[in-house]
């Protein structure tokens, strides 16, 4: 039989749970959607075949597992709920709006002997995978990451390292492969909460990382670059493309010749997955052959360590009279 599965909240991120899951019917049951905004919970189940609950615990009572797409202040809240009744939960990311929320919930999950996955797409997106596997063959002396985007009120409550930096985090975690000794970071509040952040760090091995998110300009980018000793690679995440730039042999050992070689460029052009079709895939699979999932709930808790570095840096940074 089907896994029964529901989606708790629907908006923007919920209502692509609920496309994906839909086209999904050999793995699982979409059995429902729950919304704070019954409308829209009606409407989306309208547009998916499936039925809007009018009350959580309605949901709860009819599903094996749930994806928790609520604003980030209720993650908490309805995970532990999900879980407390043996519900296994993928839960959008960040994990928790707290680290002692994410703290308690990683407990929960362990005593409930559930699953608990948070939703650090970029995991699942084939071309940081790929990134990955060529820095495996360099010695790395820096990585440099930009996602930059227009303003949007969907996430106005929220501060920028939270809503979209904390992508970054997770996937200088991946890449670097270890938590960074020190962070220093400077941001600025353009609205309500910040906007434009800028943090780096410093690593034992002496890589130094720089990660750039705002949400004041007008155009997307989503890019990584990284410093080799021996090339420089560039990862564009939005046109699924890598462009590695290397000396020749020839010109590295003819520095001095009063002519120029030019270097060799490599492409590498990533074929497109649905990162999300695959993020859910993946915690079916969990869930159905009790594997552990590539983004673990102790991950999400990481990953929010080093946002907690970066406001820490900033309020240091204030303190201390330095603008920020």
Same mark, same amino acid.
């Given at each position: 039989?089907? %896994?029964?599965?529901?989606?708790?909240? *629907?908006?923007?991120?919920?209502?692509?749970? *609920?496309?994906?899951?839909?086209?999904?019917?050999?793995?699982?049951?979409?059995?429902?959607?729950?919304?704070? &905004?019954? @409308?829209?919970?009606?409407?989306?189940?309208?547009?998916?075949?499936?039925?809007?609950?009018?009350?959580?615990?309605?949901?709860? &009572?009819?599903?094996?597992?749930?994806?928790?797409?609520?604003?980030?202040?209720?993650?908490?809240? *309805?995970?532990?709920?999900?879980?407390?009744?043996?519900?296994?939960?993928?839960?959008?990311?960040?994990? #928790?709006? +707290?680290?002692?929320?994410?703290? @308690?919930?990683?407990?929960?999950?362990? +005593?409930?002997?559930?699953?608990?996955?948070?939703?650090?797409?970029?995991?699942?997106?084939? +071309?940081?995978?790929?990134?990955?596997?060529?820095?495996?063959?360099?010695?790395?002396?820096?990585?440099?990451?930009?996602?930059?985007?227009?303003?949007?009120?969907?996430?106005?409550?929220?501060?920028? *390292?939270?809503?979209?930096?904390?992508?970054?985090?997770?996937?200088?975690?991946?890449?670097?492969?270890?938590?960074?000794?020190?962070?220093?970071?400077?941001?600025?509040? %353009?609205?309500?909460?910040?906007?434009?952040?800028?943090?780096?760090?410093?690593?034992?091995?002496?890589?130094?990382?720089?990660?750039?998110?705002?949400?004041? #300009? @007008?155009?997307?980018?989503?890019?990584?670059?990284?410093?080799?000793?021996?090339?420089?690679?560039?990862?564009?995440?939005?046109?699924?493309?890598?462009?590695?730039?290397?000396?020749?042999?020839?010109?590295?050992?003819?520095?001095?010749?009063?002519?120029?070689?030019?270097?060799?460029? &490599?492409?590498?052009?990533?074929?497109?997955?649905?990162?999300?079709?695959?993020?859910?895939?993946?915690?079916?699979?969990?869930?159905?052959?009790?594997?552990?999932?590539?983004? +673990?709930?102790?991950?999400?808790?990481?990953? %929010? %360590?080093?946002?907690?570095?970066?406001?820490?840096?900033?309020?240091?940074?204030?303190?201390?009279?330095?603008?920020?």
């Amino acid at each position: 039989m089907n %896994l029964k599965i529901g989606v708790i909240g *629907v908006g923007a991120m919920g209502k692509n749970h *609920v496309r994906v899951l839909d086209g999904l019917s050999d793995r699982c049951q979409l059995t429902g959607v729950y919304d704070l &905004e019954p @409308e829209r919970g009606a409407s989306i189940a309208r547009d998916f075949d499936t039925r809007s609950f009018a009350e959580l615990d309605s949901l709860l &009572e009819s599903v094996d597992a749930a994806v928790v797409a609520v604003p980030v202040f209720g993650h908490y809240d *309805v995970a532990k709920k999900c879980m407390e009744r043996g519900i296994h939960v993928f839960v959008e990311k960040p994990l #928790t709006a +707290t680290i002692e929320q994410g703290r @308690e919930l990683i407990g929960l999950a362990r +005593t409930k002997k559930v699953k608990l996955q948070v939703g650090h797409i970029e995991m699942f997106n084939p +071309t940081i995978r790929v990134l990955k596997d060529i820095m495996q063959h360099e010695e790395v002396i820096a990585i440099d990451i930009h996602r930059l985007s227009p303003f949007d009120e969907r996430v106005k409550d929220i501060d920028v *390292v939270m809503d979209t930096m904390i992508h970054d985090l997770y996937i200088l975690s991946y890449l670097a492969g270890d938590q960074p000794a020190k962070c220093t970071a400077y941001g600025r509040a %353009l609205h309500q909460h910040l906007n434009h952040v800028v943090a780096t760090f410093q690593y034992e091995n002496a890589v130094i990382a720089t990660l750039t998110a705002s949400i004041v #300009t @007008e155009e997307k980018v989503r890019t990584i670059d990284v410093v080799t000793r021996n090339a420089y690679i560039r990862a564009d995440l939005m046109d699924r493309k890598i462009v590695i730039s290397r000396s020749t042999n020839f010109f590295m050992s003819n520095r001095n010749a009063d002519y120029k070689q030019q270097n060799i460029m &490599e492409k590498v052009i990533v074929p497109f997955q649905e990162p999300l079709r695959e993020q859910l895939v993946h915690f079916l699979d969990c869930i159905r052959f009790d594997h552990e999932p590539m983004v +673990t709930a102790e991950d999400g808790l990481n990953t %929010l %360590l080093m946002a907690d570095k970066v406001k820490r840096s900033m309020i240091r940074l204030k303190e201390a009279g330095e603008p920020s």
